[in-house]
C-alpha cells in the first residue's frame, strides 16, 4: 500500500518535478534571471488622469481599466516614475510584464508587453500557491496543483524512508545517502542560524 501511494504521488506530481528541476537548473546555471526589457508589442488607449489623484489611485485606476491577464494590483512600494515624470507601472505576470506608462499630458496609456523566457516562465510558476492574490482562475489553479505536488514531494520522501527501511536497511551506500543528506541539512541550518 505505501509502495503504491509512493508511487502515485510521483506520477500525480510529475510534471511539477520537472518545472522544479528545470527552474532550479535555471537559476544555477544563469547569471543572473534579469527579467527582458524588449517588448514584443506596443499599444495606447486613451486615459485622462483624474485630478488631485494619488499614484496609487491612478495605478488601481489603471488596473481596473485595462484587465491585464493574470496580474495584480500594483503595490503602493513598486510605483516608479520615469525620467519625463509620467508615472511607470509594471504589472508583472507568470509570462512576463505588462509595462504601462501614464502619459498624463498626452492623456492616454502606453501598453507595451515584455514576455519572460522559457527559464523565467518556469521560475515564475514553480513558487506559485493558490493564495497568490491574482484574480486569474487559472493561476490559482496551478498554485493549488503546486502546493499538492510540494505535499506530495514530502509524503514521497516519508513513504521512499519507510520503504527503504522495511526493505533494505542494511546497505551500505542507502546508509551513507541517508546521512549525507541529513548532514548537509544540518550543517546549513547551523551555519545560516
Keep these: 500500500m505505501i509502495k503504491r501511494i509512493h508511487i502515485y504521488l510521483g506520477l500525480l506530481s510529475f510534471s511539477h518535478f520537472i518545472v522544479y528541476g528545470i527552474a532550479g537548473l535555471t537559476a ?4 543572473s534571471l534579469e527579467r ?22 491612478v495605478a488601481d485606476l489603471v488596473y481596473y481599466q485595462l484587465k491585464l491577464p493574470f496580474t495584480r494590483p ?4 513598486y510605483l516608479n516614475r520615469t525620467d519625463s515624470n509620467d508615472l511607470l507601472l509594471d504589472f508583472l505576470n507568470i509570462n512576463g510584464i505588462y509595462r504601462v506608462t501614464v502619459l498624463e499630458k498626452e492623456q492616454r496609456l502606453k501598453i507595451e508587453e515584455i514576455r519572460n523566457s522559457a527559464g523565467l516562465f518556469l521560475e515564475d510558476i514553480h513558487g506559485g500557491t493558490g493564495r497568490d492574490p491574482v484574480e486569474a ?5 496551478w498554485g ?23 526493505a533494505r536497511p542494511r546497505l551500505r551506500w542507502a546508509q551513507v545517502c541517508v546521512a549525507l543528506s541529513t548532514i548537509a541539512l544540518a550543517a546549513f541550518w547551523i551555519m545560516v542560524r
Design 74 to 77: 500594483m503595490p503602493e512600494w
Design 28 to 31: 544555477g546555471v544563469q547569471h
Design 36 to 57: 527582458p526589457k524588449v517588448p514584443i508589442s506596443a499599444r495606447y488607449e486613451p486615459f485622462i488622469v483624474p485630478p488631485n489623484s494619488t499614484d496609487k489611485q
Design 144 to 166: 493549488y496543483y503546486n502546493e499538492f505536488a510540494m505535499w506530495s514531494l514530502l509524503g514521497m520522501a516519508i513513504s521512499g524512508l519507510y520503504l527503504w527501511l522495511s
Design 137 to 141: 482562475r487559472l493561476v490559482h489553479f
